[in-house]
């Protein structure tokens, strides 16, 4: 016999523990799940008998529960919760309603949120809730359709879409720059006040990383401003306080715009920069499916 199934009691006897323990009463309990007192009644003699241990006092034609019965009462009501509440997120998930796409912080709010409107535009009657974390997908505890992220962040066990390029370099305001537009030689990069995005883990490249993978004899460390927040970061880049690495896809609007510019040629080439998942095992829901091929051919344009 499975072991499980001995350590637990008779499971038909919970729901109506529970609903007595919580009511106070045989009778309520009963009306609330269609049965009647006597059902009720046997049921709770049978999960005693099982445990062998009373559950309830009767005081006074009052039932109570006893120091084991608040116990059990306790862990029974937070598994029924958990259970209820999951199963709630797979009726929404599983049902065509809003697509829930988690993003990475840094494309969420400078890829994504430019380019949602035309998405509503092509499908009205398709919702997307965009949920945004500094963190990595498996540390979230909601439930998505589709999850976007740098590529080598954990990803756990969702599937792989699609992954695509990007290109990683340099950028400041021109009021950084002044009057001294340039050109600039990577050779004056230690000249300039540089700013850090530091994170922990650093699952991201930074300027050392960077010189580096371009092989470049030049090495900075931390020496400027750090930030722990990505947009944080750029709003510094935008105020004029320095100059950052950044990501062609999130700031190719900044620099279309003449918000930013790039004061050095050099850039790394990612060849698989970003990464587009879905969860393992879930039947893709068709609005996801859409979502999906827009986002795919959004990066291709």
């Keep these: 016999m499975n072991k499980l199934r001995k350590m637990l009691p008779p499971l038909t006897s919970l729901l109506p523990f529970e609903a007595t323990a919580r009511l106070g009463s ?3 309990a009963g009306a609330e799940l269609g049965l009647t007192q006597a059902a009720i009644s046997k049921q709770i003699r049978s999960l005693e008998e099982n445990l062998g241990t009373r559950l309830f006092e009767r005081r006074n034609r009052a039932i109570h529960l006893n120091e084991d019965g608040r116990d059990l009462e306790r862990i029974v009501s937070a598994a029924f919760e958990s259970i209820g509440t999951f199963s709630q ?12 796409l988690h993003a990475q912080l840094c494309e969420g709010l400078y890829w994504l949120m430019p380019r949602l409107s035309k998405f509503y535009q092509q499908h009205p009657n398709i919702e997307v809730r965009v949920s945004v974390s500094t963190k990595p997908i498996t540390e979230t505890q ?3 359709d589709l999850a976007l992220q740098t590529t080598g962040r954990d990803s756990g066990n969702a599937k792989l879409a699609f992954s695509v390029s990007d290109e990683v370099f340099p950028i400041c305001s021109p009021k950084y720059l002044g009057d001294d537009s340039g050109p600039h030689s990577i050779g004056q990069l230690t000249q300039h006040r540089l700013l850090h995005h ?24 931390h020496n400027g401003m750090v930030y722990d927040s990505y947009p944080m970061m750029m709003q510094s880049v935008l105020e004029g306080h320095g100059i950052a690495l950044a990501w ?25 920069s970003l990464s587009v998942y879905h969860p393992d095992g879930w039947l893709m829901r068709k609005n996801a499916t859409v979502l999906l091929d827009w986002l795919k051919a959004e990066f291709s344009s």
């Design 198 to 221: 530091k994170i922990d883990p650093q699952d991201w490249i930074d300027w050392d990383g960077w010189l580096e993978q371009l092989k470049l004899d030049i090495r900075v460390g």
């Design 248 to 272: 062609r896809r999130t700031t190719e609007q900044l620099l279309h715009s003449g918000a930013v510019v790039r004061p050095f040629k050099e850039q790394l080439q990612l060849p698989d």
């Design 142 to 144: 909601e439930r998505f």
């Design 89 to 100: 997120s797979l009726r929404q998930t599983h049902t065509e309603g809003e697509i829930v």
């Design 26 to 28: 045989i009778t309520k």
